[in-house]
């Protein structure tokens, strides 16, 4: 089964900063995917960064970044140049059996002026 | 990218009646949506896999017969919450397999959230 990951709860961050969101992930399939999402106060699941286990390149979308790590089956998000509007929940998400997502439990980011 | 839509956005009932959301792909065709669950500040549980044509899966713990999944067309997925009780409240969001794309992205709809009097 897989099992993700999210050891903070919260992270505070100034604007035009870069922040670092960790997530882990167990799994035991060789093929899988990671993927991480935004979810703002509205509720909207935002995909953001997807990265395969093959891949050998972190994955880059703009101003986000995947520090992928396999052999320490981590998956952190970067994001540069931190802005107000990234203030939300941010999931990390596994992708397993039968195209089923696995959620973590979630980072807050709150960005401040 | 793909959209996909939810109806109702909010809605609140009395206890004991069923209420239906509604999942479409806008502008795709899913043979697979996601039913998805998310009480305050917590993560998304997945509830249930819907396949067009077939009945839907349940993960383990979700009550069928209180949850009832139709999805009726490559493009609609329905929810229907029977005999809803004030502990079904929670914020309910689907999301649609786009297939072929380089990692099988699932698309979310933007919730629906269910208050139970």
């Known amino acids: 089964a897989q099992k993700i990951t999210q050891t903070q709860p919260g992270m505070f961050v100034q604007e035009k900063e870069a922040v670092t969101l960790d997530c882990t992930y167990d799994?035991?399939?060789?093929?899988?995917?990671l993927f991480w999402y935004k979810q703002p106060s509205s509720g909207e699941m935002i995909f953001l960064i997807y990265q395969g286990s093959y891949d050998e390149q972190n994955a880059t979308e703009g101003r986000y970044s995947l520090n992928f790590q396999k052999a320490r089956k981590s998956a952190n998000l970067v994001i540069s140049a931190s802005q107000l509007g990234d203030s939300a929940m941010y999931f990390c998400?596994?992708?397993?059996?039968?195209?089923?997502?696995?959620f973590g439990t979630g980072t807050r980011l709150l960005v401040s002026p | 990218g793909a959209v996909v839509s939810q109806h109702p956005s909010r809605v609140i009932c009395k206890s004991g009646t069923s209420v239906k959301i509604e999942c479409r792909s806008l502008d795709f065709q899913a043979t697979t949506m996601f039913w998805y669950r998310q009480f305050p500040k917590q993560s998304l549980m997945l509830m249930a896999t819907s396949n067009e044509g077939s009945k839907a899966t349940y993960e383990q713990g979700v009550e069928k017969d209180k949850f009832l999944i139709n999805h009726a067309s490559l493009t609609l997925s329905t929810l229907t919450v029977t005999s809803a009780h004030p502990e079904d409240s929670s914020f309910y969001i689907c999301?649609?397999?786009?297939?072929?794309?380089?990692?099988?992205?699932?698309?979310f709809g933007p919730g629906t959230r269910l208050t139970v009097l």
């Open positions: 999301s649609a397999l786009q297939e072929g794309r380089a990692y099988n992205e699932q698309f």
């Open positions: 998400a596994m992708r397993g059996g039968f195209q089923k997502l696995v």
């Open positions: 799994t035991s399939d060789q093929s899988y995917g």
